[in-house]
């Protein structure tokens, strides 16, 4: 029988997806979500439809910041995927910040706190971001020992985040890998995330607002492969990782596949936003080596098949 696996930000993007995935290889899975407003409930319940008619599923609505000992204490966790935040970066400026901090950082030493109260607890995975590097000026793929300067508040929380866990792994004795995802993107994507604007943009014949000139960098990881680099760690490695797809490309090149699917649609370039970097580019040999994580989707394939899911979706 396999184990029972908790998983914070169950209804969001990632969360949903690696749900479904657990759910589909028998592990009994209990996950928090509090639907924070950073997009519609209505979304993330759609996220959550097929997980929520499994048996094996249990929704806990609850913001880990209230968090109690008897919500989980019976449940046998034996993982923690931690996978609930505040995310992006732009946002995180001026009065949003307490947002972040209260969902990136407080909502995780809470969640520690409580976990490290039961004794089933073997593994804590941490869903943390490659805006802990802050800008890669290198051209090169950056790796997993590459200085932390984030570049943005976001950045920060991340970052404190990835530290509360080594720091309560260490102390208390639990194994923990800490997971840097680089620019996630796929079916279920954030609405706030730059491809899901782009295409539903497209979509509506709207023009595409580019912040910068589109040649800034991105490792564009598919969903699935996040979800494959998420399992493969509840049973090795140990500490941090970078989890991306291991190529960098520049905005224009995916910009360019979303041109040919929708040939009329007109782009209309901006300054970069603060906190933008540059480029991000995930060096991934200690996850191959450690992980045994092998990202299969190249841009083409995975940029479509987002298409395509958005397509069914939504309509005008
Ligand atoms: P998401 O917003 O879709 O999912 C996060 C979920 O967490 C949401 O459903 C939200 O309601 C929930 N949540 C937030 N604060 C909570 C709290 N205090 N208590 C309970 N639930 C709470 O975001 P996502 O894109 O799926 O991101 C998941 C994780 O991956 C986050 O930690 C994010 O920082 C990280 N990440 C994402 C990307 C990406 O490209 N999507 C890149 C790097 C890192």
Same mark, same amino acid.
């Given at each position: 029988m396999q184990a029972n696996v908790l998983i914070t930000g169950c209804c969001g993007f990632i969360g949903s997806s690696l749900t479904d995935r657990l759910l589909a290889n028998g592990?009994?899975?209990y996950g928090i979500d509090c639907f924070n407003d950073n997009y519609s409930k209505s979304i993330k319940l759609e996220n959550i439809k097929s997980a929520l008619s499994n048996s094996k599923f249990t929704l806990l609505e609850k913001d880990l910041n209230q968090l109690?000992?008897?919500?989980?204490?019976?449940?046998?966790?034996?993982?923690?995927i931690h996978l609930a935040a505040q995310p992006g970066v732009r946002d995180s400026w001026g009065p949003e910040f307490v947002k972040y901090v209260?969902?990136?950082?407080?909502?995780?030493?809470?969640?520690?706190?409580?976990?490290?109260?039961?004794?089933s607890l073997k593994r804590f995975i941490n869903g943390s971001s490659s805006s802990v590097y802050g800008d890669n000026n290198s051209d090169k793929p950056i790796p997993i020992n590459f200085p932390t300067n984030p570049l943005?508040?976001?950045?920060?929380?991340?970052?404190?985040?990835?530290?509360?866990?080594?720091?309560?792994?260490?102390?208390?004795?639990?194994?923990?890998?800490?997971?840097?995802?680089?620019?996630v993107y796929g079916p279920r994507q954030r609405p706030d995330m730059a491809f899901s604007k782009f295409i539903k943009k497209?979509?509506?014949? &709207?023009? %595409?607002? *580019?912040?910068? +000139?589109g040649t800034q960098k991105r490792d564009f990881t598919f969903i699935e492969d996040i979800v494959?680099?998420?399992v493969l760690s509840m049973n090795q490695g140990s500490g941090d990782y970078n989890l991306g797809r291991?190529?960098?490309?520049?905005?224009? &090149?995916? %910009?360019? *596949?979303?041109? +040919?699917?929708?040939?009329?649609i007109k782009i209309q370039f901006e300054n970069p936003q603060r906190g933008d970097v540059k480029s991000t580019w995930a060096d991934i040999s200690n996850s191959t080596l450690d992980l045994g994580y092998s990202p299969k989707v190249d841009i083409q394939e995975g940029l479509i098949r987002q298409i395509e899911w958005m397509k069914e979706r939504i309509s005008y």
């Open positions: 592990y009994t899975v109690e000992l008897d919500d989980i204490s019976k449940l046998n966790i034996k993982y923690v209260k969902n990136n950082i407080d909502a995780t030493q809470r969640l520690l706190e409580i976990i490290i109260r039961c004794p943005s508040p976001y950045g920060v929380t991340k970052l404190t985040a990835e530290k509360l866990v080594k720091a309560y792994a260490m102390n208390y004795g639990f194994e923990y890998v800490n997971l840097r995802f680089f620019t497209a979509m509506a014949g &709207e023009t %595409l607002i *580019i912040f910068g +000139d494959e680099g998420i291991g190529k960098s490309i520049q905005l224009r &090149e995916a %910009l360019a *596949i979303i041109q +040919d699917y929708f040939p009329n």
